[in-house]
Nanobody, 125 residues
Framework: VQLQAFGGGLVQSGGSLRLSCAAS????????TAWFRQVPGKEREFVAVDFRSGSSTYFADSVKGRFTLSRDNAKNTVYLQMNSLKPEDTAVYYC???????????????????WGRGTLVTVSS
C-alpha cells in the first residue's frame, strides 16, 4: 500500500485546510486510516482516525470539534478537514493506514505499517 498525503500549506489563524490521504495498491475500504502530526523536536502525536473504513471516527481532544474526517471510496482517499486552525496546529501531518489495527490500539503509531510522506501545515497568528 502506498499512501500520499497532500493539501498542506500556509493559512491564517481561524482558517481552514483540507488534507487528503490517497491510497494505492489496496482499497481504502479495507483499512483503518489515521492522521498524526509532528512538530520538530517533539514526538509525533495522534490527531484522528477513521477506524475500519468509517465504522467509527476518533479525534484527539486538541482538535475535537474543529477537525472532521470523510472518505471517498471511489478515489481511495480519506480527507481531514481542519477548521478554526490555531498556530499550535502547525506541524507536519502524516497519514497512516493498516488493515490490522484493533480498536484498543488505534491511537498508536506502532499499529500502522503504511505511512505517507508528511505534508506541512503552517498556521500564522
Amino acid at each position: 500500500v502506498q499512501l500520499q498525503a497532500f493539501g498542506g500549506g500556509l493559512v491564517q489563524s481561524g482558517g481552514s485546510l483540507r488534507l487528503s490521504c490517497a491510497a494505492s495498491g489496496r482499497s481504502s475500504r479495507t483499512m483503518t486510516t489515521a492522521w498524526f502530526r509532528q512538530v520538530p523536536g517533539k514526538e509525533r502525536e495522534f490527531v484522528a482516525v477513521d477506524f475500519r473504513s468509517g465504522s467509527s471516527t476518533y479525534f484527539a481532544d486538541s482538535v475535537k470539534g474543529r477537525f472532521t474526517l470523510s472518505r471517498d471510496n471511489a478515489k481511495n482517499t480519506v480527507y481531514l478537514q481542519m477548521n478554526s486552525l490555531k498556530p499550535e496546529d502547525t506541524a507536519v501531518y502524516y497519514c497512516a493506514a493498516s488493515e490490522r489495527v484493533i480498536h484498543s490500539t488505534r491511537f498508536r503509531e506502532s499499529s500502522y505499517e503504511n505511512w505517507g510522506r508528511g505534508t506541512l501545515v503552517t498556521v500564522s497568528s
